[in-house]
């Protein structure tokens, strides 16, 4: 009986976000991607919002770490739409005796946005019984046709990622489910959740002919099947062994929990796109990889619906709950 008042509750909290764009959506044209377009100025705009407790702790994040993850959801969402993150709108409530946090967190998200060129140009404050801190960022002009959208997969694409997701729901149970692992997956996966590691991509996006792209915020499965859902199409998943080696060989006794940990992992913050993968030439792929960057080719666009998968039955798995900083699976 507790499980499955457990299992209502998770997807009551699933469902709202959901709902809660669809009551807007009805009468506009620019919400559905992972940000608005605004036509008249022809700017990307996302905003992100992150709650003490429900999206981290004092107890384990520092205030560099708060300001980069408030930062990095928001940035990553413009670029992998295409944009470049230039404006900044940010709004934070906090208790009084939470003052010179508060601050410290401001001036390391000052510090970031100057570093990424974007000028932060108004906000508010409040008072609240948590700290809670909302970020709103706009691009610089952009064509509307130059937009990247989550439902414009086309027959024939492959389909792309950067290389290495999972650590940061590895982190996350190392933390706080006190999971053992060696210590030199610990220290990655534990910075990958604390302080998500960050890619600059915009530049080598805009070079690339990409049909559909979306962050990976919520998990790499919730984003295949959005993008499947939305360009009405069947994704055929494949290569997943090779998305993160270091785990993959940790995990080789139970590579369930491996499918797990790289398909449900949330806070990712890196995109799955899809392409025509003769455009993807070794000169573009030498520029990813002066960034860091490796691609993996995991699959590719068929005609049909959903996402299917030989390795491993998809259907079982569960995406990141925002509302509660963890992990269904």
Same mark, same amino acid.
């Given at each position: ?27 506009? %044209? ?35 770490? =708060?300001?980069?993850?408030? =930062? ?19 709004? =934070? ?137 939305? %360009? ?74 959903? =996402? ?22």
């Amino acid at each position: 009986m507790r499980m499955n008042w457990k299992k209502e509750i998770f997807n009551l909290f699933m469902g709202i976000e959901s709902d809660v764009i669809k009551v807007f959506s009805k009468n506009s %044209s620019i919400i559905g991607d992972d940000c608005a377009y605004l036509r008249k100025t022809k700017q990307l705009i996302s905003t992100d919002t992150i709650v003490e407790n429900i999206h981290f702790s004092f107890r384990y994040f520092n205030d560099k770490q =708060i300001a980069h993850r408030l =930062i990095v959801s928001n940035y990553s969402d413009i670029q992998s739409s295409g944009g470049i993150p230039r404006f900044g709108l940010l709004n =934070i409530s906090f208790p009084k005796n939470k003052k010179k946090v508060t601050l410290s967190i401001c001036n390391q998200i000052n510090l970031l946005s100057k570093k990424l060129n974007i000028e932060i140009i108004g906000g508010d404050t409040s008072s609240s019984e948590n700290f809670v801190a909302s970020l709103t960022l706009i691009s610089d002009k952009i064509d509307q046709k130059d937009i990247i959208r989550r439902s414009s997969a086309k027959i024939g694409d492959s389909i792309f990622i950067f290389q290495n997701l999972g650590f940061s729901k590895l982190g996350y149970l190392s933390i706080n489910k006190k999971i053992k692992l060696p210590n030199q997956i610990k220290d990655k996966s534990h910075k990958q959740f604390l302080e998500p590691k960050f890619h600059k991509y915009h530049d080598v996006f805009q070079k690339l002919k990409i049909n559909s792209s979306m962050d990976i915020s919520d998990s790499l499965i919730d984003c295949l099947n959005i993008i499947a859902n939305q %360009s009405k199409k069947k994704l055929i998943i494949k290569n997943l062994d090779l998305v993160n080696p270091k785990i993959y060989k940790l995990f080789q006794k139970n590579i369930s929990l491996y499918f797990k940990l790289i398909l449900t992992s949330g806070e990712e913050y890196t995109p799955v796109f899809t392409m025509n993968k003769k455009f993807l030439t070794s000169k573009l792929l030498t520029l990813f990889k002066r960034k860091k960057i490796n691609i993996i080719e995991i699959g590719e666009v068929t005609k049909g619906r959903g =996402i299917e998968c030989n390795q491993i039955d998809l259907k079982s798995f569960s995406t990141f709950d925002h509302f509660k900083n963890s992990y269904s699976n």
